[in-house]
């Protein structure tokens, strides 16, 4: 079965899709592209696409005819007449409040449903990972993983968190990265108590930790990890809010599993942190579903109700931030099983010295 033919198992609630963003043309079409529209029927779906890419397209795309693109709403027009189509459905999530008005402008026979129904339907079938989905996940973990073990012996007093982050950048494209999946993070010292702070020409001290959240894109797929390791030898307090945070980790890998309700997972770990004392310096959530996007549906955090669905790939990263002082971070990203989870992250969460 296609995507499209699953997309339109879920959703009902118009004639045809009208899906214009680029993450969810790749999605459906499996080709990168800054441009194109797919217009998507139950019987039938048409990417329409200019002449830079119609030779890839017509390459590589299976499951939908390929037109170039020339006079988009002259085509469209055509298209929703081939299939009778009355009703249209956009993309809430990602379509600007202009372009709707221009298709407004040019299909007034066409009613154009505007709601989030479709864009709740693509949601759901993206959080659900397929085999292909999860070994190219896989895949670009390992292309991190890789790296970070690459970059450990780089890391001494001296380097500065600008010259780390970029080494590891370096690492993750020569290792096979068609991207970095976001701005990586290197912190050093006390500036590892800002969540997600840039990198700067801060030296890292001995005694000091250094924090690394990163990740690297694979055939459009992201990997999101964090490590916090010390140059040296860390204090009693560094020794004990980290075997905290790889506490409050561990339990949350432990319950996560398909059904168990986002805010309840995120509770399993703040709990731990609150118990400790350290509360207050854990203010985020304790993780987010990855895919095409690094911060994709669903979430656990205090504010998502809803259970998490079997296929999710989610991640598990609980913090605690002593500001002016240090900060650790521990995140690993895990598949969600019937039973529990596999967790994709293999990297040790130790604490590591490095001398």
């Known amino acids: 079965m296609t995507r499209f033919e699953r997309l339109f198992e879920k959703f009902s609630g118009a004639d045809c899709a009208l899906i214009t963003s680029d993450i969810n043309r790749r999605y459906f079409t499996g080709m990168k592209s800054s441009a194109g529209i797919i217009l ?94 999860i070994e190219c996940i896989r895949m670009a973990q390992n292309i991190a993983e890789r790296s970070l073990e690459q970059l450990l012996p780089f890391i001494r007093a001296g380097r500065t968190e600008r010259e780390i982050a970029l080494e590891l950048n370096r690492l993750m494209f020569v290792n096979g990265a068609e991207d970095i999946s976001f701005d990586t993070i290197v912190l050093a010292g006390a500036d590892t108590s800002m969540p997600h702070g840039v990198p700067s020409d801060k030296k890292v001290g001995e005694g000091e930790f250094v924090l690394m959240d990163f990740g690297a894109v694979y055939n459009g797929y992201h990997s999101d990890m964090t490590r916090t390791v010390c140059v040296g030898k860390p204090s009693e307090e560094m020794e004990k809010v980290y075997n905290i945070v790889l506490e409050a980790q561990l339990a949350g890998i432990a319950a996560a599993k398909a059904g168990i309700v986002g805010c309840e997972l995120d509770k399993v770990a703040r709990d731990i942190i609150d118990k400790a004392g350290y509360g207050e310096c854990f203010g985020h959530s304790l993780g987010h579903g990855v895919g095409l996007e690094i911060h994709e549906k669903p979430n656990a955090s205090p504010n998502y109700k809803l259970p998490l669905s079997e296929g999710a ?13 240090f900060g650790v971070r521990i995140e690993d990203f895990v598949i969600l099983t019937e039973n529990g989870c596999d967790n994709i992250t293999k990297f040790d969460k130790n604490l590591i010295s490095l001398n």
């Open 40 to 133: 998507a029927f139950p019987q039938k779906a048409y990417l329409l696409i200019d002449f830079r890419y119609i030779e890839k397209a017509r390459a590589v795309v299976a499951d939908a005819e390929v037109i170039e693109l020339k006079k988009l709403c002259p085509q469209l027009t055509e298209l929703l007449a081939k299939h009778n189509a009355h009703s249209m459905a956009i993309e809430s999530e990602s379509m600007t409040v202009k372009e709707l008005n221009t298709y407004r402008h040019f299909f007034k026979d066409i009613t154009i449903i505007d709601d989030d129904s479709l864009s709740n339907a693509i949601s759901a079938m993206r959080m659900v990972k397929d085999e292909q989905e």
């Open 313 to 325: 790939v989610v991640t598990v990263e609980p913090g605690i931030y002593i500001a002016g002082k």
